[in-house]
């Protein structure tokens, strides 16, 4: 399995790209796209992935600006985002697109993601975990040995709760009961800011450490 970064878009925000190099069609999914750049392209066609899913971890912009640009190039890819977060992309005023791209835009997910749902890549098994608090339907995805947490968990801090369906409550909860139990050595790939482990957030977490 092979995991490429990329820190795209105005605010610097994690997309990830992930493929199956013991698949011959060496199927990947895409998390969170703030932008569709060459160098993403390129890693596309150099290592000849099959782009399977794009998934949102949550709908704002500085995480769907490349969306509808990855589907133009790719046609069949499937757009999967939470099923709570229906009312945020399909509302240009709740995710941001305007501000932050100076385009408002809206999105249609193909399939809806409810906590527990498993999706598979390749060989790479993917579940669904639903963290919201710093949107209403938030999610992260769990892969073998690691986790991304969208703007849920970052390394020693938490995402904002302060915009719309945002709250602070929920986001402990999602963070303590839905990744805190997660094993210590789970790698963590935030929205922003570098990787951490779960284990490393429980200690020294100052937002939602280990009680």
Not at 23 to 34: G, Q, T
Not at 71 to 84: E, F, R
Not at 87 to 111: C, K, M
Not at 123 to 140: D, E, F, N
């Amino acid at each position: 399995m092979q995991i490429r970064t990329f820190e795209l878009g105005s605010l610097g925000t994690n997309c990830y790209l992930v493929w199956d190099d013991t698949d011959d069609a060496k199927e990947a999914f895409i998390v969170d796209p703030a932008d569709f750049t060459d160098q993403v392209r390129s890693v596309v066609a150099d290592e000849g992935l099959s782009l399977k899913y794009i998934i949102l971890t949550h709908g704002h912009g500085d995480h769907v600006g490349g969306v509808n640009a990855i589907l133009s190039a790719y046609p069949g890819v499937t757009l999967a985002a939470g099923k709570d977060e229906v009312s945020i992309l399909a509302d240009s005023s709740y995710n941001f697109t305007s501000y932050l791209s100076g385009r408002a835009e809206t999105f249609q997910p193909d399939i809806l993601l409810s906590d527990g749902d498993e999706l598979t890549v390749g060989a790479i098994p993917l579940r669904v975990i639903a963290t919201p608090g710093h949107t209403i339907g938030g999610i992260s995805i769990l892969i073998p040995g690691a986790v991304f947490s969208g703007d849920t968990l970052f390394r020693t801090s938490i995402g904002r709760t302060d915009l719309p369906t945002g709250d602070y409550d929920t986001l402990e909860r999602s963070i303590r009961e839905r990744l805190y139990t997660l094993p210590d050595d789970t790698d963590v790939y935030p929205g922003h800011m570098g990787p951490t482990t779960i284990g490393y957030e429980k200690r020294y977490n100052v937002f939602v450490g280990e009680e």
